[in-house]
């Protein structure tokens, strides 16, 4: 059963009213349709007008665009939807999460490098300024994941790093920050990404953890999370086996399921033993984790009779409503789950006050709201913690500070990936502005012309640089089987092969993790987020303008002995 007046909701009684008169009034397609949280594909009002009327869902999400653009829509479809809608986005590094031109505050694990509750609350300030004035009410932050696996590809910068308790820590100040925006967050991904080194985007992943090493950290975040009034929980596409078998014993491995698809997950662990009371919704349902896990006519009316809520995204929209409501005609799902799920659904509109701000007119606020993204304050704040953030992992050979003087000549080598989740996939042209700033020449390893030229004398390069640097901006990103290093071929030619000949430094701006493909480096340094403020920090610590403060939210060596030498 649902309380309404008790925590995440705190519904008072004219609030509870509207949740039940809004409820009783409804029909099961419309019912249905609040079930549903698809992905904005368009920003044509004809196309949204009939998608509005067809299936009346309970919530979108948009990827970022120009804040404006983004508004404009957002605005569009809560003036013709006849239930307020949940307008959800990525808010997991700052405002760009919905808005191209937001600020880029800082990737989780950048936050707790900076090892300040303060930063993760600022965080949280920015991304619910800057959302609330997109038009948005729904975060899918704070990741709450705790990065076990240095292997894994898609956890990585997306948390605060791998102890539980700075976790916890710095997720409940992102928390308390966003809410101030009238925000709801979305804690994820439970029941806990990052122990395996698999991506739940293209199969089912497992969290191996016992029972009790569960109970003790991801266990201890989410139950922190939930007393603190987290709203909603997202649900990966997970499974956690050995409480599965506990909570159900004698089940057979065959039988074994992803959380989104569990119920003793979901109700048992989730609702009874946490205490969670507010809105359950699933990851995307379009990800392989979900629709490797069941015939998909089974699996979308399975996810809420499960105990999710809300279903999130969909591979067609028209056929997964036409699943759920066959799944109530077959018996799948209980008209009494429905009402349940809705139930929960509206109670976290009215938690919210979007009743209120719809009668108001003011779900969606004026353009003039815009004018917060990337203000200088919210900047100010980027700043700093990149300042604090920036860490040197180690310099075994005394390299730094560099100077234009002994330093001059630099062969910059650039390693870059091919996705960027949210961040700047131009940032490696910042550096080197900054760095020709700064007095230094700078020259581009060139991959084509070493493999001309690769049986060049060492004494060449010697001859020709001062200094060789390795800027590495490879992010984290959905559908990536590994976070790696993929050197150029033949033989690597853009590997380290001057570390022993010429000064040698490596600067990360991604994954911290680098060390296991470069033990041999002997100054390195992770800065966790490509924003420019991060790239400032970095060249004014190569310098000795700044000293370095980040401490290592994670193992960076990787547990390899010889990448600490």
């Given at each position: 059963?649902?309380?309404?007046?008790?925590?995440?909701?705190?519904?008072?009684?004219?609030?509870?009213?509207?949740?039940?008169?809004?409820?009783?009034?409804?029909?099961?397609?419309?019912?249905?349709?609040?079930?549903?949280?698809?992905?904005?594909?368009?920003?044509?009002?004809?196309?949204?007008?009939?998608?509005?009327?067809?299936?009346?869902?309970?919530?979108?999400?948009?990827?970022?665009?120009?804040?404006?653009?983004?508004?404009?829509?957002?605005?569009?479809?809560?003036?013709?939807?006849?239930?307020?809608?949940?307008?959800?986005?990525?808010?997991?590094?700052?405002?760009?999460?919905?808005?191209?031109?937001?600020?880029?505050?800082?990737?989780?694990?950048?936050?707790?490098?900076?090892?300040?509750?303060?930063?993760?609350?600022?965080?949280?300030?920015?991304?619910?300024?800057?959302?609330?004035?997109?038009?948005?009410?729904?975060?899918?932050?704070?990741?709450?994941?705790?990065?076990?696996?240095?292997?894994?590809?898609?956890?990585?910068?997306?948390?605060?790093?791998?102890?539980?308790?700075?976790?916890?820590?710095?997720?409940?100040?992102?928390?308390?920050?966003?809410?101030?925006?009238?925000?709801?967050?979305?804690?994820?991904?439970?029941?806990?990404?990052?122990?395996?080194?698999?991506?739940?985007?293209?199969?089912?992943?497992?969290?191996?953890?016992?029972?009790?090493?569960?109970?003790?950290?991801?266990?201890?975040?989410?139950?922190?999370?939930?007393?603190?009034?987290?709203?909603?929980?997202?649900?990966?596409?997970?499974?956690?086996?050995?409480?599965?078998?506990?909570?159900?014993?004698?089940?057979d491995d065959r039988e074994l399921k992803p959380a989104t698809l569990a119920p003793e997950l979901l109700q048992t662990l989730l609702r009874e033993k946490l205490g969670f009371n507010g809105m359950i919704v699933t990851d995307a349902t379009n990800m392989g984790g979900f629709t490797m896990a069941e015939k998909r006519e089974l699996a979308v009316p399975m996810a809420i009779a499960a105990g999710c809520d809300m279903f999130l995204f969909n591979k067609n929209i028209d056929e997964d409503y036409q699943f759920m409501l066959s799944g109530v005609e077959r018996g799948l799902l209980k008209l009494e789950r429905v009402d349940e799920a809705v139930t929960r659904i509206l109670a976290l509109k009215a938690s919210l006050g979007l009743h209120r701000k719809q009668a108001a007119g003011t779900l969606v606020p004026s353009p003039e709201a815009l004018s917060v993204l990337r203000c200088e304050e919210h900047e100010q704040w980027a700043r700093e913690c990149a300042d604090e953030s920036v860490t040197l992992v180690?310099?075994?050979?005394?390299?730094?500070?560099?100077?234009?003087?002994?330093?001059?000549?630099?062969?910059?080598?650039?390693?870059?990936?091919?996705?960027?989740?949210?961040?700047?996939?131009?940032?490696?042209?910042?550096?080197?502005?900054?760095?020709?700033?700064?007095?230094?020449?700078?020259?581009?390893?060139?991959?084509?012309?070493?493999?001309?030229?690769r049986s060049a004398p060492i004494q060449s390069?010697?001859?020709?640089?001062?200094?060789?640097?390795?800027?590495?901006?490879?992010?984290?990103?959905?559908n990536q089987t590994v976070v790696r290093i993929n050197w150029a071929p033949p033989m690597g030619l853009d590997m380290p092969f001057l570390v022993q000949e010429l000064p040698t430094a490596f600067v990360s701006m991604g994954n911290p993790y680098h060390l296991q493909d470069v033990p041999q480096m002997k100054t390195y340094i992770n800065a966790y987020s490509s924003s420019r403020y991060v790239v400032d920090a970095v060249v004014d610590k190569l310098l000795g303008r700044s000293s370095f403060k980040g401490i290592n939210p994670v193992d960076p060596y990787c547990g390899y002995w010889e990448a600490k030498l």
């Open positions: 059963m649902v309380d309404l007046r008790a925590n995440p909701f705190f519904l008072q009684d004219e609030d509870v009213e509207w949740v039940e008169s809004t409820l009783s009034s409804m029909n099961l397609r419309q019912k249905i349709g609040q079930l549903f949280c698809p992905v904005g594909q368009t920003k044509d009002t004809g196309i949204l007008n009939e998608m509005l009327e067809r299936i009346q869902p309970g919530g979108i999400m948009y990827r970022p665009d120009e804040g404006a653009a983004n508004q404009e829509v957002h605005r569009y479809l809560q003036q013709n939807s006849n239930i307020p809608l949940l307008i959800a986005a990525n808010l997991e590094a700052g405002g760009n999460g919905i808005a191209s031109d937001g600020t880029f505050f800082g990737r989780p694990m950048q936050i707790a490098a900076a090892d300040s509750v303060d930063h993760a609350y600022r965080l949280g300030v920015v991304c619910g300024r800057e959302g609330a004035a997109v038009g948005c009410n729904w975060s899918f932050a704070p990741v709450v994941d705790i990065d076990v696996n240095f292997r894994n590809p898609i956890t990585n910068t997306r948390t605060y790093g791998s102890d539980p308790e700075r976790v916890l820590a710095m997720s409940r100040a992102y928390m308390q920050g966003i809410q101030e925006s009238d925000m709801a967050v979305s804690i994820k991904h439970f029941p806990g990404d990052g122990v395996d080194e698999r991506d739940q985007h293209l199969h089912i992943s497992i969290n191996s953890m016992t029972v009790e090493e569960w109970d003790n950290t991801f266990g201890k975040v989410y139950q922190g999370m939930i007393a603190n009034g987290a709203k909603t929980v997202m649900i990966g596409h997970i499974m956690l086996p050995e409480y599965s078998r506990a909570l159900l014993p004698g089940i180690k310099d075994t050979q005394g390299l730094l500070p560099i100077n234009p003087q002994e330093h001059q000549r630099i062969l910059l080598f650039l390693l870059t990936g091919d996705v960027s989740n949210y961040g700047s996939q131009q940032s490696h042209a910042l550096f080197i502005e900054r760095l020709q700033q700064e007095g230094f020449e700078v020259e581009i390893f060139d991959a084509a012309t070493a493999a001309e030229e390069y010697l001859d020709k640089f001062d200094f060789v640097l390795y800027y590495a901006c490879i992010e984290t990103a959905s």
